[in-house]
Each structure stands twice: as C-alpha cells, then as structure tokens.
C-alpha cells in the first residue's frame, strides 16, 4: 500500500506553485520526501537568506515532513542536497553536521546548472518509517 502524506502548510505551499507532487510518501517501510526548498510553511513564502538559513529551513522542512509521516531524521537512510553552487558545499557541510551528529546517512550532493525558484538548495531524502 502507498500513502500520500499531506504536510501542512509545505503541501499547500507546493501545490499553490501549481507543482503535482506529494511532499511525502510512505510505501513498504519507508519514507520518500521529495525535494524541499526552504519554503516557510506557515506563509508558503520562500526564505530569502544566505546559504546556512536556507539549509536550516530546509532542513526543518525535511524534518516536518518526516514526521507527519511517522518517521524521523533519525531514521533517514539517504539524503540528497541540490545546490546552485558547488562554492557551498564547505559550510552546507558544517551546518549539515548538526543535524546528523553521529553517524550520517548516505549522501548525494549534488550542484544544479538551474534552478525553477529563487533558493539555493533542495533536500531530499529516504527514511525508515517509524512505526
């Protein structure tokens, strides 16, 4: 079985951006979030900042997202970053260390030649469903 999960306010903000996609998905003990840009969930608004907010925004969006589907970062197994300039991958390194201090998921990194939105980055990723 395949469930769509709705993400307040990132689902409704993605969606008003006339983007078809579920922010999370949950299929046979796993978690798929799509790639989230640092959208603000509670104006749908995209964070305007340097590359660190824009990582933590994001980064808190993987996180929500994660949860309203039972699972957490903790149990993520794969995380890809989207980046618009290779130059950032020292300090999204850094910042990214915080989030996963001990031993980190796989991970892809990824540099983007263009981008549909005004940000910096998009994370991804693929967890192991909580219950």
Not at 3 to 11: A, T, Y
Not at 66 to 82: K, R, W
Not at 101 to 107: D, S, V
């Given at each position: 079985?395949?469930?769509?999960?709705?993400?307040?306010?990132?689902?409704d903000a993605?969606a008003?951006r006339?983007?078809?996609?579920?922010?999370?998905?949950?299929?046979k003990?796993?978690?798929?979030?799509?790639?989230?840009?640092p959208?603000?969930?509670?104006?749908g608004?995209?964070?305007?900042?340097?590359i660190?907010?824009?990582?933590r925004?994001?980064?808190?969006n993987?996180k929500l997202?994660?949860?309203?589907?039972?699972?957490?970062?903790?149990?993520?197994?794969m995380?890809?970053?989207?980046v618009?300039?290779a130059g950032?991958f020292?300090?999204?390194n850094?910042t990214?260390?915080?989030?996963?201090?001990?031993?980190?998921?796989?991970?892809?990194c990824i540099?983007?030649g263009?981008?549909p939105?005004e940000a910096?980055?998009?994370?991804?990723?693929?967890?192991v469903?909580?219950?």
């Amino acid at each position: 079985m395949i469930e769509k999960i709705h993400v307040p306010g990132l689902s409704d903000a993605i969606a008003s951006r006339g983007v078809p996609l579920s922010v999370a998905t949950k299929a046979k003990g796993f978690v798929f979030v799509s790639g989230l840009p640092p959208i603000q969930p509670d104006t749908g608004a995209m964070l305007q900042g340097d590359i660190v907010a824009q990582l933590r925004q994001a980064m808190a969006n993987l996180k929500l997202a994660l949860e309203h589907a039972g699972s957490s970062l903790e149990n993520c197994v794969m995380v890809t970053l989207y980046v618009s300039n290779a130059g950032f991958f020292g300090t999204i390194n850094k910042t990214y260390r915080e989030y996963f201090p001990g031993l980190p998921p796989a991970r892809t990194c990824i540099a983007v030649g263009s981008w549909p939105f005004e940000a910096d980055l998009e994370v991804e990723a693929v967890a192991v469903a909580g219950d």
